[in-house]
C-alpha cells in the first residue's frame, strides 16, 4: 500500500497539470518542505501555509503574497490516500481562477497512485506466481511455509494431479515483441483453465495446469501451437501430484527435446514411446551411432528402408508402394545388407536399422 508520493512521481504531477492551468504548483511535505514544483527555485523551501494545511488537514486560501513565510497567493489541499496524508499541492494563483484546477491535481494524483499500487500488486503476485512455479519445479522445496500460504492464495488445491508445461520461444523470436507474445500465451493459458505460468529467462514460459483442466483443454495449446509454429514449441509433462511436480517437469523437458529435427510444434509426454530414449541420446552417441549404421547408405536406399518398415517389412506392399518390381526391391535389400552389414529382413539388424533412421529423422517413421 502506497503511503506517500516520491518527488519523481510529484514533479510528473505538477508539470501535467501545469501543462492544463498555466499556473505554478507545489508539492509540500507534511514538515512544510516543497519537494515538487514547476517553479525549480522553490524545491527544498518553507512553506509556512502548507505545513498548517498538512497539521489540520484543512484546505487553506492566501489572497496574498507573502502573508506567511513562504508562501504566495493561491490554494493550499492536503491529499490523503487510505486515510494518510500524501503530501499538500500548492498552486500559485488567485483562488477563485485556481481552485477547479487544485481539485484537478487531487484526481490526477490520487489516479497515479491507484496505477502504482495496481502495478505493485500485479508484480507482487507475479513473483508470487514465479516463486510457486519454480519452487514446484525442483525435489527439494525450499519455504515450504511461504509455499503453502502461496498456494492457499491461489486457490490451488494440493490434493489434485497435475501438470508442468513448457513452452519454448524459437531463438530467431525477436525479444523485443515478447510483451506482445506474452499477452497472447497469458490469453492461452487463460482458456486452457491456468493463469499459474511464469517466464524463465532466456526464452522460456513455464506453468503448472490442473491435470483435469489439460485434458479437457489440451487442444487449445494444440491450436495455438500450430498457428505459432515459427514462433513456440510446447510441451506437456506426465501428471502428478502436486509435490512429485519437478518429475512432471522433467518429463515436459524430455517431451521438448523431442520435438528437436521434427517439424512439430506440440507434444505430450503421454504420447511419447521410443521418443523418450532417442531424445535422451547425446550429439556425439547419435552421431557415432549413425557412422555404424547408415552412414554408407545412399538418400534413395533409405527411402527403400523407410517404405519397408513403413510396410510391416512386407516385400509385396513394399514394392507397390516403390512402383518397383519385387525381385528390383530384393536385390535393393540385398544392396543395403552389403554396404551397411545389417540385413532389413533380419530382425535384430531391422532393429537397429530402424532406430537409426528414427535417430536421423524422428518424425519421418511411425
Avoid: W
Avoid at 196 to 214: C, G
Avoid at 216 to 242: D, H, M, Y
Avoid at 268 to 292: A, G, M, Q, V
Amino acid at each position: 500500500m502506497i503511503t506517500s508520493v516520491d518527488s519523481t512521481l510529484a514533479q510528473q504531477i505538477v508539470s501535467t497539470v501545469k501543462d492544463v492551468c498555466g499556473y505554478d504548483i507545489n508539492f509540500i511535505s507534511e514538515n512544510g518542505v516543497i519537494f515538487a514544483s514547476t517553479n525549480p527555485a522553490r524545491i527544498d523551501t518553507f512553506h509556512e501555509i502548507g505545513k498548517r494545511a498538512a497539521s489540520s488537514g484543512n484546505t487553506i486560501e492566501v489572497n496574498e503574497n507573502d502573508s506567511f513565510t513562504g508562501t504566495q497567493q493561491g490554494i493550499n489541499m492536503p491529499v490523503y490516500h487510505n486515510g494518510r496524508l500524501l503530501a499538500v499541492i500548492g498552486i500559485t494563483g488567485i483562488p477563485d481562477e485556481v481552485r477547479k484546477y487544485a481539485y484537478l491535481a487531487e484526481r490526477i494524483t490520487k489516479l497515479l497512485i491507484r496505477e502504482q499500487e495496481l502495478n505493485a500488486f500485479s508484480r507482487s503476485q507475479a513473483d508470487k506466481k514465479n516463486f510457486i512455479v519454480t519452487t514446484l519445479m525442483r525435489e527439494e522445496k525450499q519455504y515450504p511455509g511461504y509455499l503453502t500460504d502461496c498456494l492457499k492464495e491461489f486457490g490451488v488445491n494440493p490434493e489434485t494431479r497435475k501438470r508442468f508445461l513448457v513452452i519454448q520461444i524459437n531463438p530467431r523470436y525477436n525479444l523485443m515483441n515478447l510483451s506482445l507474445l506474452e499477452q497472447k500465451i497469458g490469453q492461452m493459458f487463460a482458456q486452457a483453465g491456468t493463469d499459474l505460468f511464469t517466464f524463465s529467462y532466456p526464452r522460456e514460459f513455464l506453468a503448472v495446469i490442473e491435470d483435469t483442466e489439460y485434458r479437457k483443454n489440451a487442444f487449445i495449446l494444440q491450436t495455438f501451437s500450430r498457428k505459432n509454429p515459427e514462433i513456440v514449441k510446447i510441451a506437456a509433462g506426465k501428471s502428478c501430484s502436486l509435490f512429485q511436480l519437478h518429475m512432471s517437469y522433467a518429463s515436459a523437458r524430455t517431451a521438448l527435446k523431442s520435438l528437436d529435427r521434427t517439424e512439430y510444434s506440440f507434444v505430450s509426454f503421454d504420447d511419447l514411446t521410443l521418443e523418450i530414449i532417442i531424445s535422451s541420446i547425446d550429439e556425439n552417441n547419435r552421431n557415432e551411432f549413425l557412422r555404424k549404421t547408415i552412414s554408407l547408405l545412399s538418400e534413395e536406399e533409405l527411402k527403400i528402408i523407410e517404405a519397408y518398415f513403413s510396410e510391416d517389412m512386407s516385400l509385396a506392399n513394399t514394392s507397390r508402394k516403390l512402383y518397383i518390381h519385387k525381385n528390383t526391391l530384393q536385390y535393393k535389400l540385398n544392396h543395403i545388407y552389403e554396404k551397411s552389414g545389417l540385413n532389413p529382413r533380419r530382425f535384430q539388424d531391422a532393429v537397429l536399422l530402424y532406430l537409426a533412421l528414427r535417430i536421423r529423422n524422428p518424425q519421418d517413421i511411425s
